[in-house]
């Protein structure tokens, strides 16, 4: 089961079934959106057909008639001359479903919009007229639902309206278009009214598409199958052969590792295509780390020395720029995650570094900033510490050096005054700086930068104080 499972989880099966489901859902959805268009474009198309057939009704009806129509209805040579221009019209358009003519009313009793039958058309003209299509003349028919809400709208305003509607036999959906007819004086006397059936319509639209469908379908399996043929050729059979020969793979010693070169190379893949610059590539790897793979340790060893170079301060020993860079990403990643973590930024800047450096040169600035650097450590020796200039310290504040915080900060400030009024060491031994802490505030922090800029604010604030002092040791 497993091994069958396998099998149909390789790209020999994968490819052509998700073309296949590719093409087919893009053939569906092509399918399915011309449907669509089609619908919408076929009921606006016959809505303009029934704007045309009513007004033809309309000015063939004579509206001051039309209680004569309904009083002698078939009997009238009149009505049966109407009756057969309206069937010359049904038959002039073929998709025309039914054609009437009522008075529509509002029925006091009920609320419902219904209509005085004054013409009906039955499926054929015939002079012959049965009884039952006599006795409906003058009937009232309650009119579609969807209609309620128009009765002001085609009777007082005097608008056509169409809707579409569920018929109440085997028709299905109709589409129902409505136009007054008035008289001389440009009052309501009844409606003109035509239907054409949605189903008819949309039938061999639906016949199309189905064959359509099948048709891309055919071909597309059909295309699929030849397609497979040819990646199997020129894709799948090398990629096999290629798998089963690394499987194959020993690694354990040198000689292992230029045996499978050796039958890597034995397979001699030529197929002209893109598989054969990856055989080619995979042999030339191959090679290479059997060549080079005696100098791995020495690499990796050369790897890990610049590493710790990289994120360790040549002077002072402890974090540098980049290893600070690193430490707010990480940090800022933590404050996304969850934004009630607690933390400060405690942001340092030694004191009087040139006048030590112009005064008794280099080496002994270097040694001013180391001794600056073993105070900031002594009083921070659970936090990060980080050299990210010539003379700026940055502590990053967590966890016990966090809740003691101001203690820590106290402290820092009493060690750097008490050595800066030293006066009996030498100038360059008396070490101050100025300082400022911040505290992370998710009320008004988005990013760990916003908590490093207040802290930086504060300890140029502090400096500012200090150089008003003019102090110089």
């Known amino acids: 089961m497993k091994r069958l499972y396998a099998r149909y989880l390789t790209l020999k099966m994968r490819i052509p079934v998700i073309f296949v489901l590719s093409l087919l859902f893009l053939a569906a959805c092509i399918i399915g959106i011309s449907f669509r268009r089609y619908e919408a474009l076929n009921v606006e198309k016959h809505v303009k057909m029934a704007e045309g057939i009513t007004q033809l009704m309309v000015d063939r009806f004579e509206a001051d008639r039309m209680d004569y129509y309904i009083e002698n209805n078939y009997s009238s040579d009149e009505y049966m001359e109407l009756l057969k221009y309206y069937y010359t019209l049904k038959d002039s358009y073929l998709d025309v479903r039914y054609m009437y003519v009522y008075k529509l009313f509002k029925d006091d009793s009920d609320g419902m919009i219904k209509g005085v039958v004054v013409l009906d058309l039955d499926e054929e003209y ?63 006397i009844c409606s003109a009214c035509v239907d054409f059936s949605i189903d008819q319509l949309y039938a061999k639209g639906i016949d199309f598409v189905i064959e359509l469908l099948v048709v891309i379908t055919i071909i597309v399996i059909g ?97 540098s720029k980049t290893a ?12 996304e995650r969850d934004q009630k973590i607690k933390f400060s930024i405690v942001m340092i800047d030694i004191n009087n570094l040139k006048y030590v450096n112009d005064s008794f040169g280099h080496e002994h600035g270097d040694e001013y900033i180391k001794g600056c650097c073993n105070i900031i450590c002594n009083v921070y020796k659970k936090s990060p510490v980080f050299r990210i200039g010539g003379d700026e310290f940055v502590v ?78």
């Open 396 to 473: 990053i504040l967590r966890g016990n050096d966090y809740v003691n915080r101001m203690d820590c900060f106290d402290s820092l400030e009493d060690l750097f005054d008490e050595s800066c009024g030293n006066t009996s060491a030498e100038e360059y031994c008396r070490y101050s700086a100025s300082f400022g802490m911040a505290d992370y505030d998710p009320s008004t922090d988005k990013t760990v930068d916003d908590v490093f800029k207040r802290a930086d604010k504060l300890m140029y604030d502090f400096k500012k104080e200090f150089k008003k002092l003019q102090f110089r040791p």
């Open 126 to 188: 015939t002079e012959d007229v049965p009884q039952d299509s006599i006795d409906l003349i003058g009937d009232i028919c309650p009119t579609a639902p969807e209609f309620a809400s128009d009765f002001e709208k085609m009777t007082v305003e005097k608008q056509c309206t169409w809707h579409i509607v569920e018929s109440d036999e085997t028709e299905g959906k109709l589409i129902t278009f409505v136009r007054p007819i008035l008289n001389d004086n440009g009052n309501y």
């Open 223 to 319: 295309v699929i199958v030849i397609i497979n043929i040819i990646l199997s050729v020129i894709l799948f059979n090398p990629l096999s052969r290629m798998t089963k020969c690394i499987e194959s793979f020993k690694f354990d010693t040198d000689q292992d590792r230029f045996d499978n070169v050796n039958k890597m190379e034995a397979l001699n893949i030529h197929v002209k295509n893109e598989i054969d610059e990856l055989y080619n590539a995979l042999v030339l790897s191959m090679k290479d780390s059997a060549y080079y793979m005696t100098s791995l340790n020495l690499a990796k060893t050369e790897i890990r020395e610049i590493s710790e170079t990289a994120y360790k301060d040549a002077l002072t020993g402890v974090g």
């Open 324 to 335: 600070y860079d690193n430490e707010m990403n990480k940090l800022q990643t933590d404050l």
